[in-house]
Structure formats: structure tokens, C-alpha cells
């Protein structure tokens, strides 16, 4: 049954177009009360941004978590729309049993839908030329139960990957697998870590050419943060990249040359800490990979120092909260930048790096997009590491602006914890204004589409000794609502200046990823399960559905092979939305896929051309 949404009408800035047209050059003011029905045609790419989407993939096809190499997550169909997406139903669901965060999106090549499981990380292919899309193989890879244990924030998997006739993921207990997509059976398992002295893997498994991308999580148990490259066909490691360490551990070496003399210098990730210390620094890599076809060139971020109480560990504490560009072949680093020194809250840099071309100053300049748990979103030069537009997309104190001569965060003396010292109202909280769920690009629109929170925190820190396979952290917090009082949001984002276009508030933190669509759509789920279609121009909530469970996966729409798009979610509350578990109205816990089609229809092609469903594969 489709319900009403309660924010239908509720998009604050009810002046978006008018801000728009504003920017655009436009100068006569508009009605605020009318700005939701002002035409906005002429408004289309008015920022100028626009993104490489390679490697194009069959427009109906959902290949990968970012569905291209730029990490957009765009899609050109346009059968939903804006003048029938309140006809959108359900058209059939899966439900997989399992009982931790759903981080996911299912992907869709050749008719087949691709699911993994969080622990124990079963992987599922469903047949789509069927009704219901019935079972094809189903893969158990047994992970050791210790790693639920180990981690620190759910037994999640964000993600995985399609490559080579392959399934490739990662599982909760630090191996990295690859099962045969067309019978469900292993080709190969490499162990990247050891669980037993903390290390996780949660991140989604990317694959740019012949190598997949992983790396690890635990930086709240003290591990040594790593990005490691395989060989697709064999699993085989090509290379590992620490995060901390000496240069020949960072692979720091004669091409790198970042764009701020402070992060210049020999063997950075080592001095920039305490003696011993940068070897259990944390600083993982459990976020996203974007790939530059042309540059050759990978981007992704590190997460928060360890332990977290920052008294320990006097110094800048490179490279932790950074984003990396690397060389995609050799792990070689070309540049890094820093966007929280000395992290003292808990901000790290693991989110998403959209890239994307903007206009800047008469030229064309290849950019890259983060918005950082900081609170600040970054526009940042991609080939040169320098920062081109920095400004709160939310709610922060910790900070007053950013110099943007340094790239340097101008911190607020009175927002630093002290040990055993409770610090009241820092914002953001640990989660920041953002964690890792990501968010989209259009094209068409030249915006970005961001879920975002609105929450503060009361911290102590108290100081900790390392002991392998145990806490290394020391933060101890309470969080609350920040002004307004609702916990969340979703918006809008100029790229180039800088600015928030429109804003719809949410009771619940939207901890979901961003879906953008081709007819100028844009979807998103939130903690208590409101999925949600919204005008990507305006901000105007034009469908609304109540979910079984709450949303923080990653919405994504293909075309079935009965020529119907489809729109998909998998809905299951866990991972950090649980900082609001006491809030009423939190809902249950789940595992339900959930897929739309407009008038909730599922047709089948007149001749099936699946093969007979295979046995389960086994390791």
C-alpha cells in the first residue's frame, strides 16, 4: 500500500529555485511560496560539473556498487519518472535470514540479480527472467565466527563486485573470495589479515581492469590500516599500501608529490607519530575506490588514528583521515591530503570520492568530490591534491572554516577533548556530519545527493594500552540531536560553489546511498524505513513507501528482461544507525530486498533464456 509521506510539502529552503536561479544569474527574486512550482528547465547542468561514466555499461545493467568507475551512481533510464513515480509497488521481495546491517546494493548483469549477505556472507544469484526471481546458486564461504566479535560496528559487508565470470567479496573474517558467477562454486580465497588481533574486512571489493581493490577494517583495535591490489583470476596479492609507516611501507616514493609543502617530507606516516606507535595507528581502508581511466590513478580514504584518544598521540598522525591518489597498477602514491589532522573526534576520510569535471576560473579542471564526516565537502583538484572549494554541508563547532592557503581546518580551542575531561556538544559526532553511505551525481543537473546527519556528541576520552585483539580506543560518548532536533537530512550540493541547494529534514539520520536517475530522479532510504523518490531539481518528495525494517543500503535500478525498469532496496537497520536505537519509532532489525516496478508488475520474457538453476556451490 503506498502511505502518504508525512514531508511531501516539508522541504525546507521552500526557496530552493530561487537560490538556484540566483546562482544561475538570474536576479529578480521569486515568490518563496511558489518556488516548488517555478519552471526549471532552463536550470538543467547550471553548475557546469559533468562526469566521465566510464566504462558505460549497458544502460539497463547495474555492474558495480558505484555502477561506473567515477563512483556517480547515475543511471540513464528514464521509464520512472516524475509524472508516474507515485505508481511505483512492490513487485516482489527477497529475504535472505540474516539479522545484521543490509550496507549493500544488489547488482544486475545478463538477467541475474547478485546479492551477499553481512555474516556469515552468503552470496546469493537470483534469476530475473522468473517470477520472484527464484534462487540460481547460493554460496556459504563459513567465515570464523570470531570476526563478529572483532568488529567494531555490525557484522556488515558494503559491497561486491562482478569481474572475469567472477563474484568477488570480501567476508567479515579478513579473506577476500571469488565464487564462479555462473555456478556458485569458489575459484579462489586469499586471507588478506588476521582476525584474531582485530582486522575485519567490510569494505565492497572494487575491480577496475585485471586487479580488485580491498582493504581492511579495526582501527578501534589498533591495526595497522592497509590497501591491498589481486589478481582477478587468481586472487594472487600484487601489492599492499600501509597507511602509516615508513615511505617503503606507504609506498611513498619519487612520484609523489603532493600539493601542500606540510605534507611533504621523508617517511611522514612514521614521524608524524610518537615512536612505536604508527604501527597500530589504525587508519584503515574500509570505504570506496574510484578509478581515473585516463590518469590511471585510484582514489580512496583512510579512517580515524588509533587509539582515538588524541592526547597519545601528539602530531599531525599521517596518513590517517586522508584521501590517497595512487597509481592503479604499482600502489604507488602520487599524492595524499589530509582533511582532519591530529583527528581528535573520530572523523575519518574513508567516504566516497565522486569524480567528476567542473568549470573553474575559464578552464576545465578534473575534480573529485568528498563529503567528509568533518562536515566539510571538499571539490578537490584530482591530478594535484589541491583543495578547491571547502564548506560545511552541515551542522559543525569543531571548526570555524578552512584555510584555504594550508587546506589546514582552523580548529576551535574550546571543541578539544581533554582525558577524563567530558567535553559537552562537540558536532558532529563520531559518525560525522556523513559516514560512508554515498552519494550520487547527475549530469543533468550538475548536483550531488547526500544523505546527512544532524548529531552532536558529549565525549570523554580516556587513555589506552595496546594489547592485540582487544579495544584500542578510549572514546566514551553520549549523542543527541543537533539544532532543529531531527536527526537527519537529504540534500542537494553545488560542487563548484560550494553550496546546499535544497534540504529535505528527516526525523531518523539517512544513512542510505544515493540513487540519481536520467528523468531528473533521486532516491534515498532512511533509518526508520521511509524509502523515498524526491525531484532532483527541487527537492519535492514525490513518493513515499514505509519498509519492513530501516534502510542503510544503497538503492539501484536496472531493467528486467521484460523491459520494465525496476527500482531495488535492501532494507535491515544496523552498523552506526544503531547510535538511535532508543529513539521511538526505531524500527526491527531485517533482511528483506525489496524490489518496485511501476503498478508493482513483474512480466517475463516470452522465452526464458536462463539456464536450469545450478546446485549450491561449495567451497
Known amino acids: 500500500m503506498l502511505l502518504a509521506s508525512p514531508l511531501h510539502r516539508r522541504v525546507v529552503h521552500g526557496i ?35 562526469a566521465n561514466l566510464a566504462p558505460n555499461p549497458p544502460p539497463g545493467e547495474w555492474p558495480s556498487e558505484g555502477r561506473d568507475d567515477a563512483n556517480t551512481r547515475y543511471s540513464p533510464l ?21 539479522q545484521y546491517g543490509h550496507e549493500g546494493a544488489p547488482l544486475v548483469v545478463d538477467n541475474t540479480m547478485y546479492v551477499v549477505t553481512p555474516f556469515p556472507n552468503i552470496a546469493y544469484a537470483l534469476d530475473l ?21 572483532k568488529a567494531c560496528c555490525d557484522a556488515v559487508l558494503r559491497g561486491w563486485a562482478l569481474a572475469d565470470g567472477k563474484l568477488i567479496y570480501n567476508l567479515l ?39 580488485v ?20 583470476k587468481t586472487g594472487k596479492e600484487l601489492w599492499r599500501a600501509y597507511n602509516t609507516g615508513p615511505d617503503d611501507q606507504t609506498k611513498v616514493g619519487a612520484d609523489y608529490k603532493p600539493f601542500y609543502p606540510w605534507l611533504k617530507g621523508k617517511d611522514l606516516g612514521e614521524t608524524t607519530w610518537p615512536k612505536g606507535m604508527a604501527v597500530h595507528g589504525g587508519s584503515a581502508s574500509w570505504g570506496w575506490v574510484s578509478y581515473d581511466p585516463e590518469l590511471k590513478l585510484i582514489y580512496y580514504g583512510t579512517a580515524n588514528p588509533s587509539p582515538r584518544v588524541p592526547a597519545q ?21 602520487r599524492w595524499a591530503f589530509q582533511f582532519t589532522p591530529h583527528d581528535q573526534w573520530d572523523y575519518d576520510g574513508v567516504n566516497e570520492n565522486v569524480l567528476i569535471d567542473i568549470p ?29 572549494v571547502a564548506q560545511p554541508f552541515g551542522n559543525l563547532n569543531w571548526a570555524t572554516g ?88 537529504f540534500i542537494a550540493w553545488d560542487p563548484v560553489h560550494g553550496k546546499k541547494v535544497w534540504e529535505i529534514p528527516e526525523n531518523f539520520m539517512v544513512m542510505s546511498g544515493a540513487l540519481a536517475t536520467a528523468s531528473d530522479l533521486v532516491f534515498y532510504g532512511t533509518v526508520d524505513g521511509w524509502f523515498r523518490a524526491a525531484d532532483a531539481r527541487t527537492g519535492k518528495v514525490l513518493w513515499s513507501q514505509k519498509l519492513g525494517s530501516g534502510i542503510i543500503s544503497q538503492p539501484m535500478t536496472y531493467t528486467g528482461p521484460d523491459g520494465q525498469q525496476y527500482v531495488a532496496v535492501y532494507t535491515g537497520v544496523g552498523g552506526a544507525a544503531m547510535v538511535e536505537s532508543k529513539q521511538p519509532g526505531f524500527p526491527a532489525r531485517g533482511n528483506t530486498l525489496y524490489v518496485f516496478s511501476l503498478g508493482g508488475q513483474q512480466g517475463v520474457p516470452a522465452v526464458a533464456t536462463a539456464s536450469p538453476a545450478a546446485k549450491p556451490g561449495q567451497p
Request: charged share 15%.
Open 360 to 388: 573553474w576560473k575559464g578552464q576545465t579542471r578534473k575534480a573529485m568530490v568528498q563529503f567528509n564526516r568533518n562536515g566539510f565537502a571538499y571539490t578537490i583538484d584530482r591530478q594535484t591534491g589541491e583543495v578547491l
Open 78 to 98: 528514464t521509464q520512472v519518472n516524475a509524472a508516474n513515480v507515485a505508481q511505483l509497488r512492490v513487485a516482489w521481495t527477497f529475504s535472505d535470514g540474516t
Open 16 to 50: 530552493a529555485l530561487v537560490a538556484l536561479a540566483a546562482m544561475a544569474g538570474c536576479h529578480k527574486p521569486q515568490d518563496p511560496n511558489k518556488g516548488l512550482s517555478a519552471p526549471v528547465e532552463h536550470l538543467a547542468g547550471w553548475t557546469g560539473a559533468t
Open 213 to 232: 581493490y580491498v582493504g581492511n577494517s579495526g582501527g578501534e583495535m589498533g591495526v595497522h590500516g592497509w590497501l591491498a591490489a589481486l589478481d582477478v
Open 129 to 149: 527472467t522468473k517470477p520472484g526471481a527464484p534462487i540460481k546458486w547460493s554460496f556459504a564461504p563459513n567465515p570464523s565466527p570470531m570476526a563478529i566479535g
Open 173 to 211: 573474517d579478513a579473506h577476500t573470495v571469488a565464487v564462479d558467477a555462473k555456478t556458485g562454486k569458489e575459484v579462489w580465497r586469499t586471507k588478506m589479515d588476521n582476525v584474531e588481533n582485530g582486522a575485519t574486512m567490510t569494505m565492497a571489493a572494487t575491480v577496475y581492469g585485471d586487479k
Open 313 to 333: 598521540r601528539p602530531g599531525l598522525n599521517l596518513f590517517s583521515a586522508t584521501v590517497w591518489a595512487r597509481d592503479a597498477d604499482t600502489g604507488m602514491a
Open 402 to 489: 578552512i584555510d584555504m592557503t594550508t587546506g589546514q581546518p582552523i580548529v576551535n580551542p574550546a571543541m578539544q577533548p581533554k582525558p577524563n575531561v567530558k567535553l559537552a556538544n562537540a558536532c558532529p559526532t563520531d559518525i560525522g556530519v556523513k559516514d560512508w553511505q554515498p552519494s550520487a551525481f547527475s549530469p543533468r543537473t550538475g548536483l550531488l545527493y547526500t544523505g546527512m546527519f544532524n548529531v552532536c556528541m558529549d565525549v570523554t576520552d580516556h587513555p589506552q594500552s595496546y594489547i592485540a585483539g582487544t579495544p584500542y580506543d578510549g572514546m566514551e560518548m553520549t549523542r543527541h540531536a543537533g539544532p532543529g532536533g531531527n536527526w537527519g537530512a
